[in-house]
């Protein structure tokens, strides 16, 4: 399917101005800047030089007060205390985070991650009597919990009190917890909506140490985990998330957990972003919940024993190949399934099949939205007579509208605009089927149907020159809502061409620009089927700029993203 180029509007003059002449930025990089926002000199500061002393008051979020007096309650009156997570990376993190940090002030800790296959996603009846037969009275609950209604009254029935720290969108009664802390709480002034689980875990440890007169920088020891739950739930990298995916990065490359540190190389890991992160780090981490339990990944982040971290991150390598095989397996069934339903053409996607693995429908799912480009739902069996299912999205598609459109179908669901989950009823899998179908045929948009790619500006090679490079590489970390940036030049020329790959698919091309007579070395990944057209016809591009390191030299590379050649 070809993509859409679509070049973005160009914002303001008035704002690219003023960058040019206040933060002394080129042209091109001024009006990125001001189209994502950053359009006055104490934002672009801001921007370019974040800072820990701007992060929010957490007392600012809806219930902390109450969140942080229930907890030094129960650390008081040495009472025992859960933390519950979610089996995602995010929840995984979240958990790993709030158990240190109160381990180390308060010993009566231990924490609880529901089993996906037996329990389910979000807070569950077992977890719960787990903690009533092991006398827990208070349960703290990271990454779900939100719509957990029925959940924490039967908790509440057994007198063990909850405190909600969640980022899903809330439902329009919120569970009777002692603290909801939720940014998305239509009633939360909190100033950033758009927090991780793990995110709003760090507001309450933040809240927690403060109250402790524990000094920040114990606190901030937590930014490695925070950054791996911003680039593995995908949260905009705006605002407070940047500040805290910044400093998390740095981190990371320095000085990590050795859990965390154990799941990549050393070389890569000083090199880490949010990429290596979301491709690298992340799969590993989540393969234990997929496959087995996610407490593995749990005590990989929290020991500290360098033999016992060895062993668990070996096992978890285990688990993410074992994953890998699972989930490309899956793909390929769902392929042939939608095309022996002869469902190419739908709106939507949704497959089922009850022997597919639970843990890897997300997986497939995002697959499939990227084979399809249409919204997709994953499913296979679950527990109880019930079908359970992951969902995906298109660019600027609500999803989540989809699925609560479905609601009276469903016996549980949960996610946002891009990602859901649900379960449902055998018996409603062809209504719901249909009805999937049937609503996005009505939502979506023709331009919806297409994918896209969005061109940040136009220039010309003479305009990379290495003050271009060292400004746009500050403007990193990269994520949704502040992307690699993507330029086109057009009319360009193939040079020198070197096939990679063991079959020659990738491409190494020396680019020359006549406009500027300027020539520049790319990469064009998986266009190996186009080296004869690269050779011989000039051509558009779409790329961004990178830096390649080998053999200890960094060095200016293009990544070719798309292109087209002129007749």
Same mark, same amino acid.
């Given at each position: 399917?070809?993509?859409?180029w679509?070049?973005?509007?160009?914002?303001?003059?008035?704002?690219? $101005?003023?960058?040019?002449?206040?933060?002394t930025?080129?042209? @091109?990089?001024?009006t990125?800047?001001?189209?994502?926002?950053?359009?006055?000199?104490?934002?672009?500061?801001?921007f370019?030089?974040?800072?820990?002393?701007?992060?929010?008051? @957490? +007392?600012?979020?809806?219930?902390m $007060?109450?969140a942080?007096e229930?907890? &030094?309650?129960?650390i008081?009156s040495?009472e025992n205390?859960?933390? +519950?997570?979610?089996?995602?990376?995010?929840?995984?993190?979240a958990?790993?985070?709030?158990?240190d940090?109160?381990?180390?002030?308060? $010993?009566?800790?231990?924490?609880?991650?529901?089993?996906?296959?037996?329990?389910?996603?979000?807070?569950?009846?077992?977890?719960?009597?787990?903690?009533?037969?092991?006398?827990?009275s208070?349960i703290?609950?990271l990454?779900?919990?939100?719509?957990?209604?029925?959940?924490?009254?039967?908790?509440?029935?057994?007198?063990?009190?909850?405190?909600?720290?969640?980022?899903?969108?809330?439902?329009?009664?919120l569970?009777?917890?002692v603290?909801?802390?939720?940014?998305?709480?239509?009633?939360?002034?909190? @100033?950033?909506?758009?927090l991780?689980?793990?995110?709003?875990?760090?507001?309450?440890?933040?809240?927690?140490?403060?109250?402790?007169n524990?000094?920040?920088?114990?606190v901030?020891?937590?930014?490695? &985990?925070?950054?791996?739950?911003?680039?593995?739930?995908?949260?905009p990298?705006?605002?407070?998330?940047?500040?805290?995916?910044?400093?998390?990065?740095?981190k990371?490359?320095?000085?990590p957990? =050795?859990? &965390?540190?154990?799941?990549v190389g050393?070389?890569?890991?000083?090199?880490?972003?949010?990429?290596?992160?979301?491709?690298?780090?992340?799969?590993?981490?989540?393969?234990?919940?997929?496959?087995?339990?996610?407490?593995?990944?749990?005590?990989?982040?929290?020991?500290?024993?360098?033999?016992?971290i060895?062993?668990?991150?070996?096992d978890?390598?285990?688990l993410?190949?074992?994953?890998?095989?699972?989930?490309?397996?899956?793909?390929?069934?769902?392929?042939?399934? =939608?095309?022996?339903?002869?469902?190419?053409?739908?709106?939507?996607?949704?497959?089922?099949?009850?022997?597919?693995?639970?843990?890897?429908?997300?997986?497939?799912?995002?697959?499939?939205?990227?084979?399809?480009?249409?919204?997709?739902?994953?499913?296979?069996?679950?527990?109880?007579?019930?079908i359970?299912?992951?969902?995906?999205?298109?660019?600027?598609?609500?999803?989540?509208?989809?699925?609560d459109?479905?609601?009276?179908?469903?016996?549980?669901?949960?996610?946002?605009?891009?990602?859901?989950?649900?379960s449902?009823?055998?018996?409603?899998?062809? &209504?719901?089927?249909?009805?999937?179908?049937?609503?996005?045929?009505?939502?979506?948009?023709?331009?919806?149907?297409?994918?896209?790619?969005?061109?940040?500006?136009?220039?010309?090679?003479?305009?990379?020159?290495?003050?271009?490079?060292r400004?746009?590489?500050?403007?990193a970390?990269?994520?949704p809502?502040?992307?690699?940036?993507?330029?086109?030049?057009?009319?360009? =020329?193939?040079?020198?061409?070197?096939?990679?790959?063991?079959?020659?698919?990738?491409?190494?091309?020396s680019?020359?620009?006549?406009?500027?007579?300027?020539?520049?070395?790319?990469?064009a990944?998986g266009?190996?089927?186009?080296?004869?057209?690269?050779?011989?016809?000039?051509?558009?591009? =779409?790329?961004?700029?990178?830096?390649?390191?080998?053999?200890?030299?960094n060095?200016?590379?293009?990544?070719?993203?798309?292109?087209?050649?002129?007749?």
């Amino acid at each position: 399917m070809k993509n859409l180029w679509v070049l973005k509007p160009k914002p303001d003059s008035s704002f690219v $101005d003023l960058l040019m002449k206040e933060v002394t930025l080129p042209y @091109p990089l001024a009006t990125i800047l001001a189209e994502r926002g950053v359009n006055t000199f104490e934002k672009a500061k801001n921007f370019f030089r974040p800072s820990l002393e701007n992060l929010y008051d @957490p +007392y600012l979020m809806k219930d902390m $007060d109450k969140a942080v007096e229930r907890t &030094l309650k129960a650390i008081d009156s040495q009472e025992n205390i859960m933390v +519950y997570g979610d089996y995602d990376v995010d929840g995984t993190t979240a958990v790993a985070m709030m158990y240190d940090f109160l381990k180390s002030v308060y $010993d009566n800790v231990s924490y609880y991650i529901p089993d996906r296959y037996s329990e389910g996603y979000g807070i569950s009846n077992q977890g719960i009597d787990y903690a009533d037969d092991n006398n827990f009275s208070l349960i703290i609950a990271l990454d779900c919990g939100i719509k957990a209604i029925d959940k924490v009254d039967y908790a509440n029935g057994k007198n063990i009190d909850f405190i909600i720290c969640d980022h899903h969108l809330a439902g329009e009664i919120l569970p009777d917890a002692v603290a909801v802390l939720d940014p998305k709480r239509i009633d939360c002034n909190y @100033p950033f909506k758009e927090l991780s689980g793990c995110g709003v875990g760090f507001k309450l440890i933040q809240a927690l140490a403060e109250k402790l007169n524990i000094e920040k920088e114990i606190v901030f020891e937590y930014l490695d &985990l925070a950054v791996v739950s911003i680039a593995a739930d995908i949260v905009p990298i705006i605002d407070e998330n940047r500040t805290l995916a910044h400093f998390g990065l740095e981190k990371l490359r320095t000085l990590p957990r =050795i859990g &965390l540190a154990s799941l990549v190389g050393e070389e890569q890991r000083k090199r880490a972003d949010i990429s290596s992160i979301v491709f690298s780090i992340a799969p590993k981490i989540n393969a234990t919940g997929r496959l087995e339990h996610a407490s593995q990944s749990v005590e990989l982040l929290i020991s500290q024993n360098p033999e016992k971290i060895k062993q668990f991150a070996s096992d978890i390598s285990t688990l993410n190949d074992a994953r890998k095989e699972k989930d490309g397996n899956v793909t390929l069934e769902a392929i042939q399934q =939608i095309k022996d339903n002869q469902e190419e053409e739908n709106f939507s996607t949704v497959v089922y099949n009850p022997n597919w693995h639970k843990g890897v429908l997300g997986i497939v799912a995002s697959r499939l939205t990227d084979s399809y480009y249409r919204p997709t739902l994953v499913l296979t069996d679950g527990n109880d007579e019930e079908i359970t299912g992951s969902a995906r999205s298109v660019k600027d598609f609500d999803l989540y509208e989809i699925v609560d459109g479905c609601s009276d179908l469903l016996t549980k669901y949960g996610g946002h605009k891009f990602a859901a989950g649900l379960s449902l009823k055998k018996e409603n899998f062809p &209504l719901l089927k249909a009805r999937f179908e049937e609503l996005v045929k009505e939502k979506i948009k023709p331009n919806q149907r297409k994918p896209s790619i969005e061109i940040d500006a136009e220039i010309q090679f003479s305009e990379i020159d290495d003050r271009f490079r060292r400004l746009l590489k500050q403007f990193a970390p990269f994520g949704p809502e502040n992307m690699t940036p993507l330029f086109l030049t057009k009319n360009l =020329i193939g040079g020198k061409i070197k096939e990679m790959g063991k079959e020659g698919e990738h491409l190494r091309i020396s680019l020359y620009d006549e406009s500027s007579k300027s020539e520049l070395s790319a990469v064009a990944f998986g266009m190996g089927n186009l080296k004869h057209d690269f050779e011989y016809r000039k051509f558009d591009a =779409i790329y961004s700029i990178e830096e390649n390191h080998w053999k200890g030299v960094n060095y200016l590379q293009l990544n070719i993203r798309d292109v087209r050649f002129r007749d």
